[in-house]
T-cell receptor
Framework: GAGVSQTPSNKVTEKGKYVELRCDPI?????LYWYRQSLGQGPEFLIY????????DSGLPNDRFFAVRPEGSVSTLKIQRTERGDSAVYLC?????????????FGPGTRLTVL | KQEVTQIPAALSVPEGENLVLNCSFT??????LQWFRQDPGKGLTSLLL?????REQTSGRLNASLDKSSGRSTLYIAASQPGDSATYLC???????????FGTGTRLKVLA
């Protein structure tokens, strides 16, 4: 496929469990973003990767959240000891380049429900 | 802290009307701005991107402008159609930061 893909599309887990959410960006896109969207709100920035490195992780809410992008393509968002407040749609976006301000293309999201 | 306000929060119009959706940033130093639409339960679809050297972009029936002196952007939709029904979101990024800040969106319903 040509677009950004995210798996799984839905994830239901129990409080305290560990989850991994995956993002496959558009081929060749060096910039990758993770966002979190709660119902009725706009997406909230979590982390930005340029290549393999996290250039800005200031949006990660606490140390239970971590993201990696080891080969500069696929990224995984990892959430430890999940809490009910983590329930949201997690969106990934990629961009060809961040300068002079590349257009972001979003995936369909992963809906996370923590029971 | 940058905050984004989108007005109106919701809008319902008959088919064929021309519409203006508004987006304003508390910090007017916006480096680039992007408008998206989001259908229920779906991801975001990019509509228009206004880059740092630009003030306006057009695509089909859509026109977006950015006034950098005031930090305000408008999305103009001409001759609205029922298929335009969706939530419209704006997002801006300041110079020197990678972080995009989103508004809460305008929920648009175009009635046939």
């Amino acid at each position: 496929g040509a677009g950004v893909s995210q798996t799984p599309s839905n994830k239901v887990t129990e409080k305290g469990k560990y989850v991994e959410l995956r993002c496959d960006p558009i081929s060749g896109h060096t910039a990758l973003y993770w966002y979190r969207q709660s119902l009725g709100q706009g997406p909230e920035f979590l982390i930005y990767f340029q290549g393999t490195g996290a250039a800005d992780d200031s949006g990660l809410p606490n140390d239970r959240f971590f993201a990696v992008r080891p080969e500069g393509s696929v990224s995984t968002l990892k959430i430890q000891r999940t809490e009910r407040g983590d329930s949201a749609v997690y969106l990934c976006a990629s961009s060809l380049a961040n300068s002079p301000g590349g257009e972001q293309f979003f995936g369909p999201g992963t809906r996370l429900t923590v029971l | 802290k940058q905050e984004v306000t989108q007005i109106p929060a919701a809008l319902s119009v008959p088919e064929g009307e021309n519409l203006v959706l508004n987006c304003s940033f508390t910090d007017s130093a916006i480096y680039n701005l992007q408008w998206f639409r989001q259908d229920p339960g779906k991801g975001l679809t990019s509509l228009l991107l206004i880059q740092s050297s630009q003030r306006e972009q057009t695509s089909g029936r859509l026109n977006a402008s950015l006034d950098k002196s005031s930090g305000r952007s408008t999305l103009y939709i001409a001759a609205s159609q029922p298929g335009d029904s969706a939530t419209y979101l704006c997002a801006g990024r300041g110079s020197g930061t990678y972080k995009y800040i989103f508004g809460t969106g305008t929920r648009l319903k175009v009635l046939a």
